[in-house]
């Protein structure tokens, strides 16, 4: 493969701990909520890809260890010069200690994150881009509409129903397909296999990012490799798993 197309890992030496503050929340849908934070320790802070993540040191809670319980989050936006930090959270109907915290923060709140500790950068060079997954991946997702504005960009978004579509800020050749099904069936991977199937055509000059619970990232991911599409132009994650709490798959 050209070197320009390689993903790149990148390494942060500035994953230490910072505090943040609340001070805003805002319902972009009525299961999806952004929290605005402030934070004044914020000038290392380095997150060189859409999809990296920190760690949220839930407060309040309590894990194997006495430690707080620990989640992924996406650093959805952040603003050095005017240090505030956005993270937006997808609220699922069986909320863990991460979802129950946002429900209820209040502005002034106060939680830690960690992280980034590194960043897998998917190169700029390819043609066009799929951008599939589910609510959780939806920071993710805007993250990479935001900084690829003139990319041409396909995203496949599964969500509840048209209320919990959110808006998002496209560049002229990004396109958006929403796929609704309900929470209960997130779980179910059939409703984005059926539109990835009907318009997806492999191609070397594409690449594919799916991020959503982990059966359903395994059966896209294998349908888009059936499809034809090379292994090395894929990345693909499961972000939660269905009846495991705090459990992630990766699929590299
Ligand atoms: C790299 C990365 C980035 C992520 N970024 C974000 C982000 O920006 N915003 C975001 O909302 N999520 C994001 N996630 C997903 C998030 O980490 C998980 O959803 C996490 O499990 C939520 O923690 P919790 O404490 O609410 O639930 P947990 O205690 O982990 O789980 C409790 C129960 O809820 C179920 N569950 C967990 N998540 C979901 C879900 N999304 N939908 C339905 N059921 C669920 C579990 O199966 C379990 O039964 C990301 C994950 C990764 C790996």
Redesign the pocket.
């Known amino acids: 493969m050209d070197e320009e197309r390689k993903t790149r890992r990148i390494r942060h030496e500035t994953a230490r701990r910072r505090t943040l503050t609340v001070a805003e929340k805002i319902h972009l849908s009525p299961s999806y909520l952004a929290i605005r934070f402030e934070c004044s320790d914020f000038e290392d802070f380095n997150s060189a890809s859409p999809?990296d993540?920190v760690k949220l040191f839930v407060p309040g809670g309590s894990a194997t260890g006495g430690r707080p319980?620990m989640?992924?989050?996406?650093p959805?936006s952040f603003d050095k010069a005017a240090n505030t930090f956005v993270?937006?959270?997808?609220l699922?109907?069986?909320?863990?200690?991460?979802?129950a915290w946002a429900i209820a923060a209040k502005p002034g709140d106060t939680i830690e994150i960690g992280g980034p500790r590194g960043s897998v950068v998917i190169s700029d060079a390819f043609r066009s881009y799929w951008l599939i997954g589910d609510?959780?991946a939806l920071?993710?997702i805007q993250r990479r509409l935001e900084e690829w504005p003139t990319k041409h960009i396909h995203v496949l978004a599964a969500v509840s129903g048209p209320d919990e579509e959110i808006a998002l800020q496209l560049g002229n050749d990004h396109h958006v397909e929403w796929v609704h099904r309900p929470a209960s069936a997130?779980a179910d991977a059939s409703a984005l296999l059926n539109a990835l199937k009907s318009r997806f055509q492999p191609d070397e000059d594409t690449f594919v990012w799916i991020a959503a619970e982990a059966g359903v990232t395994r059966d896209l991911r294998e349908a888009v490799l059936a499809a034809g599409q090379s292994l090395s132009h894929i990345k693909a994650?499961g972000?939660?798993?269905?009846?495991?709490?705090?459990t992630?798959a990766k699929f590299d």
Do not use: N
């Not at 989640?71 to 996406?74: I, K, N, Q, S």
């Not at 993270?87 to 997808?90: H, M, S, T």
């Not at 972000?239 to 705090?246: E, I, K, N, V």
């Open positions: 999809d993540h319980p989640r992924d989050y996406t959805r993270i937006d959270f997808a699922h109907d069986e909320p863990g200690p991460a979802t609510e959780s920071p993710a997130a994650s972000y939660w798993t269905l009846g495991h709490a705090d992630t």
